[in-house]
């Protein structure tokens, strides 16, 4: 059980949720993203580190499902949902999905980090959740922190200080 005002750290191609006073943490990303769907009135959020688009990339059965864009947001609003947040009030905030190695080759399969971040907001935009803030691209690593409490989600990249959404 988590004690008031911990921090809950979630990893790479994983996801959680949290109650203020709680905030809920996840770092490296780089290609990945971030996504913070939360509550306002409730006090709540749920964060996944979403490793690749899509979960037909998968190739066997018993996929680890937050590691997807469209399985990680179906199962944060489902869990969301299921403790109390109501699915209208929604909101989201993302981070991450960098270009983290130059490729000569236009290559689509190389453009993860851009892949990652097209295929969370194509999925919220399905579900209708809108995006208030973001800080997506680049070429910079991140660890994102959010807290219910204030909604706001800190965001330290490497090498370029820290920035508050």
Aim: charged share 25%.
């Amino acid at each position: 059980m988590i004690k008031e005002g911990q921090i809950v750290r979630i990893g790479i191609g994983d996801m959680g949720m949290v109650r203020s006073p709680n905030s809920i943490r996840t770092s490296g990303l780089g290609s990945c993203v971030g996504i913070v769907l939360y509550d306002e009135l409730k006090k709540m959020a749920g964060m996944a580190h979403i490793m690749l688009p899509a979960s037909a990339l998968a190739k066997k059965q018993g996929l680890k499902r937050a590691k997807y864009a469209d399985t990680a947001i179906e199962d944060l609003i489902a869990a969301l949902t299921d403790a109390g947040a109501s699915s209208y009030r929604l909101k989201a905030k993302i981070a991450g999905g960098a270009q983290m190695f130059p490729f000569t080759s236009s290559h689509d399969m190389m453009r993860i980090g851009p892949r990652n971040v097209e295929a969370v907001k194509g999925n919220l935009q399905t579900f209708r959740i809108p995006i208030l803030a973001e800080d997506v691209g680049g070429k910079s690593g991140r660890t994102i922190e959010f807290n219910p409490e204030t909604t706001d989600l800190h965001i330290r990249k490497v090498n370029q200080g820290e920035s508050v959404i």
